[in-house]
């Protein structure tokens, strides 16, 4: 099936011959696979809602959703175990394919692996740029107009330039949101990439006229699994209608870059044995540039031990920052007992047979932050396609991952340069000062002010009869004093509130049960 796999894009493939139909996704997982049996034959879809609504019952999988209040993400094991949100539905894992034999029966076969991070530096940009370049040129060739979310960032940045020298001016429009925060320079560094393009057509929406986040909660996007989309859909449906005015079809985003180009510290513990001095400099850069002692970088870079040893007892790492083999996962303190129980014992047994991405564990790291990305990009893709938007994400393309991740960490990752890699492959086509950037916007104002105003919904939605409750997953009561204090909130409890939020807006959307009426403003005014 990896033949099938080598061009450009995000696509499906199907090999069909007289005795057997193999079905295959993407490695990141924006074109997942599905498989169903009704009536005694097998269905298969690139959508789980579709088949759970083909079988004639649509029900919820209770496990599965307790997994999305995880933060910042579940578990790669969990999501990837074949479990979907619907009972009676089952997924391919990314890099898998799906055979049906002539006889109904299924089998999952893997066709792809993590490469190794081997090249370097000047071996890898070349071939990321190329690897960027056909994503961009296959997705926009007969294109009267091409957008791209231009944030100011450098993953969209770079995007942007490419566009910009595959298509030219006249024919690129590049969006940008601009932040709530004054402390948020993306706008400004959004302007000087646009500054660049002479030709180009650069929208900025400013703050009052998009819609706040959570508007238009009580008319959700019915999609395939919990997603923040669905939690402010007036917001994303603003973005996708005006780049639909101007004329846009496809849409590039640059998501997915803040989780190919970094990577995380355990780097260090391979780079050390591949060149000590570099690995000695990286440790003094984070120290230096974190305000820490170089012995707690050495601290947050140790191997994490075994994958199944460490995903077993995951859950019970409380607030403990320190590196595993994944991001978290952080347990809601408004989670039942009840609920954490299951869970335990749901990564305990699927401890026993599991196996990572990859033996070192900063490429398994890397890779499985793409695919839980890749999760919420799919579904944000499947609500902006009603409105005529292809919304497309190349960081999550194969060739892409493939051309970063065969890249040393060390070289894709620095406390001394932001993402090496990636501006080392438009160097040339981005301005110098973009390339130099060291700051990263924050939209945690964007939240608070939208959270203020939306309390009293949120009262409503998440009561002692929301859908969560029902199930036996949350306290109401713990969740209900979460919520009085949203817009004050740490940053990992504005996290997990938001998880929250989206599981019971899915939950409730695919039972087919109303969502409170909006409050007026005055009666959520402080």
Same mark, same amino acid.
């Given at each position: 099936m990896g033949a099938l796999m080598r061009w450009a894009g995000s696509y499906h493939a199907v090999l069909a011959t007289n005795d057997e139909t193999w079905a295959?996704? &993407?490695?990141?997982?924006?074109?997942?696979? %599905?498989?169903?049996?009704? $009536?005694?034959?097998?269905?298969?879809?690139?959508? /789980?809602?579709l088949l759970?609504?083909?079988?004639?019952?649509? #029900?919820? &999988? #209770? @496990?599965?959703?307790?997994?999305?209040?995880? *933060?910042p993400v579940p578990p790669l094991a969990l999501t990837e175990s074949g479990a979907t949100g619907y009972r009676g539905v089952r997924a391919a894992p990314p890099g898998t394919a799906l055979r049906l034999d002539g006889d109904g029966r299924t089998r999952v076969r893997q066709w792809w692996s993590v490469p190794d991070d081997e090249h370097t530096l000047p071996e890898g940009a070349p071939v990321l740029k190329d690897a960027?370049? =056909? /994503?961009?040129?296959?997705?926009?060739? *007969? !294109?009267s107009v091409v957008g791209c979310e231009l944030s100011g960032g450098a993953d @969209?940045? /770079?995007? @942007? $330039?490419? $566009?910009?020298g595959h298509v030219g001016g006249e024919r690129l429009v590049n969006l940008t949101r601009a932040p709530a925060d004054p402390g948020n320079d993306d706008l400004d560094w959004a302007r000087s990439a646009a500054g660049s393009q002479p030709g180009a057509r650069h929208d900025i929406l400013d703050v009052g006229v998009v819609p706040a986040q959570f508007v238009g909660l !009580?008319?959700? %996007?019915?999609? &395939? #699994?919990? =997603?923040?989309? /669905?939690?402010?859909p007036r917001r994303a449906a603003f973005w996708w209608e005006h780049a639909?005015?101007? *004329?846009?079809?496809?849409?590039?985003?640059?998501?997915? *870059?803040d989780e190919l180009m970094p990577t995380a510290l355990s780097y260090l513990a391979h780079a050390r044995r591949r060149d000590r001095a570099t690995a000695r400099r990286h440790v003094i850069g984070w120290a230096a540039l974190w305000g820490v002692p170089a012995q707690h970088v050495k601290v947050q870079a140790a191997d994490p031990g075994p994958y199944q040893r460490w995903l077993a007892g995951c859950l019970t790492h409380g607030r403990d920052d320190s590196f595993g083999w994944e991001a978290g996962p952080y347990v809601p303190p408004w989670l039942t007992g009840w609920a954490r129980t299951m869970l335990a014992d749901t990564l305990r047994a699927a401890a026993e047979g599991a196996e990572p991405l990859h033996e070192r564990p900063h490429q398994h790291s890397t890779m499985a932050a793409i695919r839980a990305l890749a999760r919420w990009n799919r579904l944000q893709a499947d609500a902006a396609s009603s409105f005529g938007i292809q919304l497309v994400y190349p960081y999550a393309d194969q060739q892409v991952i493939e051309a970063a991740l065969a890249t040393r960490a060390e070289a894709r990752t620095s406390p001394y340069r932001n993402k090496p890699l990636l501006t080392a492959?438009?160097?040339?086509?981005?301005?110098?000062?973009?390339?130099?950037?060291?700051t990263k916007g924050g939209y945690n104002a964007d939240t608070s002010r939208a959270a203020r105003p939306a309390r009293a919904m949120f009262t409503k939605l998440l009561s002692d009869d929301c859908e969560l409750a029902r199930s036996g997953l949350i306290d109401p009561d713990r969740l209900r004093t979460a919520v009085r204090g949203w817009d004050r909130t740490d940053d990992r409890t504005d996290l997990l509130l938001h998880l929250t939020l989206m599981c019971e807006v899915w939950a409730r959307t695919t039972s087919n049960r109303p969502l409170p009426a909006p409050v007026p403003f005055e009666e959520t005014a402080c």
């Open positions: 295959c996704g &993407d490695v990141a997982g924006m074109r997942p696979v %599905f498989w169903a049996e009704c $009536a005694g034959v097998v269905l298969m879809g690139d959508h /789980a809602r759970a609504e083909a079988t004639g019952t649509v #029900t919820i &999988d #209770t @496990s599965y959703l307790a997994l999305h209040l995880l *933060g960027l370049r =056909s /994503a961009i040129a296959v997705r926009t060739h *007969g !294109e @969209s940045t /770079a995007l @942007s $330039a490419l $566009a910009y !009580e008319a959700p %996007f019915a999609l &395939d #699994t919990p =997603s923040p989309s /669905a939690a402010s639909a005015s101007a *004329g846009v079809r496809v849409l590039l985003s640059g998501k997915g *870059g492959a438009v160097s040339g086509l981005v301005p110098a000062a973009n390339l130099t950037r060291r």
